[in-house]
């Protein structure tokens, strides 16, 4: 990796599009390897299914690694699904790994709009799924 290829900003910033949003107090990204990192108090809001749906996950944890299809939470984990603003399911755990599949060819990332179909999420050995597939 090139150093100029690593991007790091603090003072709580935020990547955002109209379906996935990011903040942390530092967010670093490996512009090269198309690698994301939220560190310290980092949180996740995505929209699931189709952009019809009203449907969210929002994941909260001390970081997160998000790389091509996958997005690895770690530490004192909640995540939430709402539908129409209501709860529909929740999960605590120490590490969260959320699969990503998009129609797209190219990889999702926090700077394009990302066309997810589905999110497979998966804790700590459990296989548990918060979002159908």
């Known amino acids: 990796m090139r150093s100029n290829d690593l ?18 107090r530092i967010l670093e990204a490996e512009a090269t390897n198309k690698i994301y990192h939220a560190r310290g108090d980092s949180h996740l809001k995505l929209q ?4 019809h749906t009203n449907q969210w996950l929002y994941v909260a944890s001390e970081d997160l690694d998000y790389s091509t299809n996958l997005a690895v939470f770690t530490d004192h984990v909640k995540a939430r699904l709402l539908e129409d603003n209501v709860l529909r399911d929740t999960l605590n ?8 599949s998009s129609t797209r060819s190219k990889p999702p990332s926090p700077a394009a709009t990302s066309r997810a179909k ?10 548990r799924s918060l979002v159908p597939t």
């Not at 991007?7 to 942390?24: D, I, K, L, Y």
């Open 7 to 24: 991007f790091e900003v603090t003072g709580s910033p935020e990547w955002r599009n109209e379906r996935m949003q990011v903040n942390a």
């Open 48 to 51: 699931t299914g189709s952009v």
């Open 93 to 100: 755990s120490d590490k969260l790994n959320v699969e990503l």
């Open 118 to 127: 589905r999110r497979r999420i998966s804790s700590d050995g459990s296989k």
